[in-house]
């Protein structure tokens, strides 16, 4: 089960940390944890994504640096830290996990989460 948490209003410039806690399911070294987003009427897209094995980080090319993925494995807990956030930015971001190599499609991801809206203005 996947658990967002976090999501807020914020200013343009501003920043925001979203949360995902992961729980019933293998917290462990052979899977993937990611982020999407996604706006009505519009196909959910990668934001990023982390393995867990060696806490490597790959992110979409919207990113641009502003956006930083990383994991508390201790609490089983993913992060999100949005910086200079864009109006752009504003969506449903959605936490999701698999137990194979990451990958950027939303296809791959069998388990997801609730999702937790971003508003930037």
């Known amino acids: 089960q996947l658990v967002e948490s976090g999501g807020d209003s914020e200013q343009v410039g501003g920043a925001l940390n979203v949360s995902c806690s992961v729980s019933?399911?293998?917290?462990?070294?052979?899977?993937?944890l990611a982020w999407f987003r996604q706006v009505p009427g519009k196909k959910r897209e990668g934001v990023g994504n982390i393995w867990i094995g060696d806490g490597r980080a790959r992110y979409a090319d919207f990113v641009e640096g502003r956006f930083t993925i990383f994991q508390d494995s201790a609490k089983n807990i993913l992060y999100l830290q949005m910086n200079s956030l864009k109006p752009e930015d504003t969506a449903m971001y959605y936490c999701?996990?698999?137990?194979?190599?990451?990958?950027?499609?939303?296809?791959?991801?069998?388990?997801w989460g609730q999702g937790t809206q971003v508003t930037v203005s």
């Open positions: 019933e399911f293998p917290y462990s070294r052979s899977h993937c």
């Open positions: 999701a996990a698999q137990n194979r190599p990451c990958c950027s499609v939303p296809a791959c991801y069998g388990i």
